[in-house]
């Protein structure tokens, strides 16, 4: 089992930032890769970004590539996500999630990669 839990969330004005933690603890030796994901009031929890555990790949969405960076400290057993340029778009449940699977940066965007779930932290952004 891995446990994770999610920190860093908050209200911020549209173009702020925040930076948004996930703290692993557990069997964190068989995870292979970690993703955010978001979900707002009324709609599907989708796929924010990615990364495998032992390399500098990622994978972002579209719609915040270029604004967040997802990031991981391995000593630490944490993974970031650090969003700037936040728009009021943004606003949703983040959520953390972790996989033993040794999948390819690209199925890392899909819910079902991922064995082990956050509780998730909430981010809203005023316009």
């Known amino acids: 089992q891995v446990q994770l839990v999610e920190s860093g969330g908050g209200l911020v004005q549209a173009g702020g930032s925040l930076r948004l933690s996930c703290a692993a603890s557990?069997?964190?030796?068989?995870?292979?890769?970690m993703g955010w994901f978001r979900q707002a009031p009324g709609k599907e929890r989708e796929f924010v970004a990615a990364?495998?555990?032992?390399?500098?790949?990622?994978k972002y969405a579209d719609s915040v590539k270029g604004r967040f960076t997802m990031s991981r400290d391995n000593a630490k057993n944490t993974v970031y996500l650090q969003m700037n340029s936040l728009k009021p778009e943004d606003t949703a449940a983040y959520y953390c999630?972790?996989?033993?699977?040794?999948?390819?940066?690209?199925?890392?965007?899909?819910?079902?990669?991922?064995?082990?779930w956050g509780q998730g932290t909430q981010v809203t952004v005023s316009s």
């Open positions: 990364i495998r555990w032992n390399s500098e790949v990622t």
């Open positions: 557990g069997r964190t030796f068989d995870t292979y890769g």
């Open positions: 999630a972790s996989t033993p699977h040794a999948y390819a940066i690209d199925y890392l965007s899909r819910r079902n990669a991922y064995s082990y």
